[in-house]
């Protein structure tokens, strides 16, 4: 079965640090990229990062650009997102999410139950 | 960015009946990369549509998607009561980006 399960998420005070995990089963991890996608309480989706297969590209959404860091292993099968520098407004579920072919920018079609970052002092 | 608007932001309909919803692109899209999403309360999104009209593994032929350069349609043909959600266009010609809902509630 194709799955993703993130892990990571709970409550940092602002300014504080946090690294989110997501690991991958069922499918070649190594050959796709992956992306992390965002919802804050109440509001719609927003794309955060993606990574490409081999790390070599990775891009970040303007709002969390030289704060969040975008990682994977792929010996492990996972992707990493460590988010520093934390402000409340970063307050949302994190979703990590499988493109449905080897580009980074791409449809999703595989998606994580999501984790819960709560920024709050 | 492309920015993506949906309309309407709510919209109230009775099963049975036919629902359309909009996804206007601030720019043109490449090669018709708009994908819609449908997600229920406390659940992830699911892939319903990419490449603006073909359907995802699964997903029931009550479910089309139109358009191409910057206007995009999602049609329900007939509601069930389990398409009631919140609806979710994407675009990946260029970056990604989402447009922000479009409610279908119960009438």
């Known amino acids: 079965e194709v799955q993703l399960v993130e892990s990571g998420g709970g409550l940092v005070k602002p300014g504080g640090s946090l690294r989110l995990s997501c690991a991958a089963s069922?499918?070649?991890?190594?050959?796709?990229?992956m992306n992390w996608v965002r919802q804050a309480p109440g509001k719609g989706l927003e794309w955060v990062s993606s990574?490409?297969?081999?790390?070599?590209?990775?891009y970040y959404g303007d709002s969390v650009k030289g704060r969040f860091t975008i990682s994977r292993d792929n010996a492990k099968n996972s992707v990493y997102l460590q988010m520093n520098s934390l402000r409340a407004e970063d307050t949302a579920v994190y979703y990590c999410?499988?493109?449905?072919?080897?580009?980074?920018?791409?449809?999703?079609?595989?998606w994580g139950k999501g984790t819960t970052v709560t920024v709050s002092s | 960015e492309i920015v993506l608007t949906q309309s309407p932001g709510t919209l109230s309909l009775s099963p049975g009946e036919r629902a359309t919803l909009s996804c206007r692109a601030s720019?043109?899209?490449?090669?018709?990369?708009l994908a819609w999403y449908q997600q229920k309360p406390g659940q992830a999104p699911r892939l319903l549509i990419y490449?603006?009209?073909n359907r995802a593994t699964g997903i029931p032929d009550r479910f089309s998607g139109s358009g191409s350069g910057t206007d995009f349609t999602l049609t329900i043909s007939r509601l069930e009561p389990e398409d009631f959600a919140v609806y979710y266009c994407?675009?990946?010609?260029?970056?990604?980006?989402f447009g922000q809902g479009t409610r279908l509630e119960i009438k």
């Open positions: 999410a499988r493109p449905a072919a080897g580009f980074y920018f791409y449809y999703m079609d595989v």
């Open positions: 069922g499918f070649t991890f190594s050959s796709l990229s």
């Open positions: 990574i490409s297969s081999t790390s070599s590209y990775i």
């Open positions: 720019q043109y899209i490449t090669n018709r990369y």
């Open positions: 490449g603006a009209s």
């Open positions: 994407q675009q990946y010609g260029s970056s990604i980006t």
